[in-house]
C-alpha cells in the first residue's frame, strides 16, 4: 500500500511568518493525527481530525490549526512563527488501531 | 505531559548482543504499542500487545507487558547495524471520550558493528 506522504519535507521559515503543512493519508484511512517532535519535548500530540472535524486537541496554542478536506488529506497551519516552533512535524493516519505515520515535516524558524 | 518513559534513555551495544528497552505508563490501557525511529524521520510500527497478553513475538522482536506494574519491554535479539535507532512505547489515552495516542521519552539504540 502507499503509504502516508508529507509536504513539504523541509522547510526554513523566519520568526512571524505562517506555514502550512500537509499530509496526504493511506486511502481508506479516515483519521489523521498531527504530532510534533522537539528533542526537549519529545512527540506533542496536537490534533486529531476524522470526516473533516476534529476530534481531539493537544495542548498546543491557538496558532496552531488544521483542517481536513472531504479526501481526508489534512492540512496543520501554524501563524506567527516562533523559534521554538522549530520541530520535525508528523502525522499520521490510521484506520481503527491500525496506524501508519508519515516521514515528517522538518521546520526550521529562524 | 508523557504518558510514558522508556529506560534506559540511550544504549549502546555490540552487534549480535541483545538489546533491552523499557516502558513505565500511568494509566490503565487497552494496548501498548513500540515504534522504531531512524534519525530524524517518520515512525515505523513495530508491534502492538494488548492488555489481555503477556508477552507477544514479531521476528527478533519479543514485547512483554506487565499491567499491574504499568510496563512493558521490548527486546531486539541478535542486534543488526540497521536496527540503531530510537524506540518509543506509545499507549492511547482517553480525553473527554477520544482518544489519542501518546508517546514515551524514547530509547536511543545504537548498535556498534
Known amino acids: 500500500k502507499a503509504g502516508v506522504t508529507q509536504t513539504p519535507r523541509y522547510l526554513i521559515k523566519t520568526r512571524g511568518q505562517q506555514v502550512t503543512l500537509s499530509c496526504s493519508p493511506i486511502s481508506g484511512h479516515r483519521s489523521v493525527s498531527w504530532y510534533q517532535q522537539t528533542p526537549g519535548q519529545g512527540l506533542q500530540f496536537l490534533f486529531e481530525?476524522?470526516?473533516?472535524?476534529?476530534?481531539n486537541k493537544g495542548n498546543f496554542p491557538g496558532r496552531f490549526s488544521g483542517r481536513q478536506f472531504s479526501n481526508s488529506r489534512s492540512e496543520m497551519n501554524v501563524s506567527t512563527l516562533e523559534l521554538g516552533d522549530s520541530a520535525l512535524y508528523l502525522c499520521?493516519?490510521?484506520?481503527?488501531?491500525?496506524?501508519?505515520f508519515g516521514p515528517g515535516t522538518r521546520l526550521l524558524v529562524l | 505531559s508523557q504518558q510514558g518513559e522508556e529506560d534506559p534513555q540511550a544504549l549502546s551495544i555490540q552487534e549480535g548482543e541483545n538489546a533491552t528497552m523499557n516502558c513505565s505508563y500511568k494509566t490503565s490501557i487497552n494496548n501498548l504499542q513500540w515504534y522504531r525511529q531512524n534519525s530524524g524521520r517518520g515512525l515505523v510500527h513495530l508491534i502492538l500487545?494488548?492488555?489481555?497478553?503477556r508477552e507477544k513475538h514479531s521476528g527478533r522482536l519479543r514485547v512483554t507487558l506487565d499491567t499491574s506494574k504499568k510496563s512493558s519491554s521490548l527486546l531486539i535479539t541478535a542486534s543488526r547495524a540497521a536496527d540503531t535507532a530510537s524506540y518509543f512505547c506509545a499507549t492511547p489515552l482517553r480525553d473527554f471520550g477520544n482518544e489519542k495516542l501518546t508517546f514515551g521519552t524514547g530509547t536511543r539504540l545504537t548498535i556498534i558493528p
Open positions: 481530525y476524522f470526516s473533516e472535524t476534529q476530534r
Open positions: 500487545i494488548r492488555s489481555n497478553e
Open positions: 499520521a493516519s490510521s484506520l481503527g488501531q491500525d496506524v501508519d
